[in-house]
Nanobody, 124 residues
Framework: QVQLVESGGGLVQAGGSLRLSCAAS????????MGWFRQPPGKGREFVAA????????YYVDSVKGRFTISRDNVKNTVYLQMNSLNAEDTAVYYCASTPTYYSVTSADVYNYWGQGTQVTVSS
């Protein structure tokens, strides 16, 4: 099993930055691709970014390209989401998740472990 714990959320002004972290338990972290999803208020969960097990491949939803960067440290068993130029539309609960595949990484269905989420609120 993999347990995921997110941190780093908070309140930030529009144009500001935050870095989310997701710490994973277990010795198999480096075998999993990782993804970040978010759920805005009153909306469904949506894909944000994904990174392959080695970190060599990344993928982003168009709305965050050029502003967000996903990365991972397989020694620290941690995946990060650096978020810059935040705007009100980025307000959401952010979740990290793990998947044994790098296919269809935009779909929540392929992820088998999820964190509890961390709130990001951007004030305009």
């Amino acid at each position: 099993q993999v347990q995921l714990v997110e941190s780093g959320g908070g309140l930030v002004q529009a144009g500001g930055s935050l870095r989310l972290s997701c710490a994973a338990s277990g010795r198999t972290f480096s075998r999993y691709s990782m993804g970040w999803f978010r759920q805005p208020p009153g909306k469904g969960r949506e894909f944000v970014a994904a990174i392959s097990w080695s970190g060599g491949s990344t993928y982003y939803v168009d709305s965050v390209k050029g502003r967000f960067t996903i990365s991972r440290d397989n020694v620290k068993n941690t995946v990060y989401l650096q978020m810059n130029s935040l705007n009100a539309e980025d307000t959401a609960v952010y979740y990290c998740a793990s998947t044994p595949t790098y296919y269809s990484v935009t779909s929540a269905d392929v992820y088998n472990y999820w964190g509890q989420g961390t709130q990001v609120t951007v004030s305009s």
